[in-house]
């Protein structure tokens, strides 16, 4: 039996640990800030949504310097630096006095956030063995798949259960695990140039190699960023309010059940035969979440849609790894930074569009839009990779 290099090291089970934390608090302030800008400050609804856009436009926009700092001046001083951001950045929750001072507090914890989840890519990068990588990562993004779960549930329940102010504190504690997760991460540094910038050139800014694959990511995530902020909204309408709080936890259940097996297949047997009926898992779920009438089928859907999506963004991220694998911190930086704005665009477009087609209707629609990412991952991508059963992949220049 062939003997694997060891995956499951204190290091990497560490930068996994830092990231479920970083991306917990985000997840959980993600559906209880525009709640609390509401019933405390006495935001209208129309301005609370501020307080998620600032964040995300705070992500988007140090994620490619991120990326390049990480190749310039070393993972460890990057990360040590983005999660003390996003811990202090926490700590002055409980202290702001109006609604433009915490929209000031939101931009600094989101740069904290897209640079720590880009720095903490690039170690865990590092950290897995080549031979491994796609099961590897695909276990890395769990980390974020369970705290998509958990945290919307837990800031849901303290607020109903407790106050804003435990919520912050609770946060608090959450973002110093996050820290010390990363401080006793152990990282081998790349060898770093001799000339740094901490403003690189634009030419450097992204990996053009990463863009394709990450064009094709954001394309799909316009579909996901409806399902993932109006789920239950949609599931209200149909009276399956009960159940939608569900649905992300079967998401998450399927997700763990086959993360063994397709991290594997994807190292034995390449890209494409993972992604391409991973798209197509994916389109389904959404065409199944159109139809849902009864609890059992938007069950159903949320499954498939863990299914496939779940396997798609570490496939993805995988891939953009494998094209500059010496600048894991730039691949990482461009694929999310593009992947980013795709989900941000299509957090406010869907939201138009639904107004005035119903949620039904949009589904089903993008359902479709999914389904023609197949054509668009071939083109841009899968045409140009050559897979040789049990063999790593090789890629035609």
């Keep these: 039996m062939e003997n694997k290099p060891r995956l499951w090291t204190g290091s990497f089970l560490n930068v996994c640990a830092s990231n479920f934390f970083v991306f917990l608090v985000f997840y959980l302030l993600f559906v209880t800030m525009p709640i609390y800008t509401m019933e405390s400050i006495g935001v209208a609804e129309g301005e609370a949504g501020l307080v998620i856009t600032v964040f995300l436009l705070a992500a988007i926009f140090i994620r490619p310097l991120s990326g390049q700092w990480t190749e310039s001046f070393g993972r460890k001083p990057v990360v040590i630096t983005a999660l003390s951001i996003f811990l202090g950045s926490t700590f002055l929750y409980l202290w702001f006095e109006s609604f433009s001072a915490l929209l000031v507090i939101r931009f600094i914890q989101g740069i904290g956030f897209g640079m720590g989840t880009t720095a903490l890519g690039a170690i865990a990068a ?34 109903q259960k407790a106050s804003f102010t435990v919520m912050f504190i609770v946060c608090i504690g959450l973002a110093a695990i996050a820290f010390l997760s990363g401080l006793v991460t152990r990282v081998v540094e790349q060898k770093v140039p001799a000339q740094r910038s901490l403003v690189p050139s634009m030419q450097t800014l ?3 190699p990463v863009i394709p694959i990450a064009l094709t990511g954001a394309v799909m995530a316009l579909a996901y960023a409806g399902v993932l902020s109006f789920v239950s909204v949609y599931a209200n309408q149909l009276g399956l309010a009960e159940a939608a709080t569900y649905f992300f936890v079967v998401y998450a259940l399927v ?20 992604v391409i009926p991973s798209i197509i898992v994916f389109g389904v779920g959404l065409l199944t979440l159109s139809f849902s009438n009864t609890a059992f089928i938007l069950l159903v859907s949320g499954g498939l849609i863990g299914l496939g999506w779940g396997t ?15 600048k894991a911190g730039a691949a990482t930086a461009t694929f999310f930074t593009i992947f980013d704005i795709g989900m941000g665009v299509g957090s406010y477009v869907v939201g138009a569009i639904a107004t005035g087609i119903g949620f039904s209707s949009l589904y089903f629609n993008s359902s479709f839009i999914v389904f023609g990412a197949v054509g668009l991952y071939f083109l841009l991508h899968g045409r140009k990779v050559r897979t040789n059963k049990g063999q790593q992949v090789e890629y035609s220049r």
Excluded: H
């Excluded at 063995?129 to 945290?151: C, D, H, T, W």
């Excluded at 991220?317 to 494998?322: D, E, G, R, V």
């Design 255 to 274: 997700l763990l059940v086959s993360r063994p097996f397709t991290g594997k297949w994807f190292d034995q047997y390449g890209e494409n035969v993972i």
């Design 126 to 159: 590092d950290i897995i063995p080549e031979q491994r990588k796609g099961e590897g990562l695909g276990y890395f993004a769990m980390s974020m798949n369970f705290a998509m779960v958990i945290g919307p549930f837990l800031g849901l329940t303290l607020v």
């Design 312 to 326: 798609l963004v570490p496939s993805m991220q995988t891939i953009a790894l494998k094209k500059v694998p010496e």
């Design 206 to 208: 992204l990996e053009k």
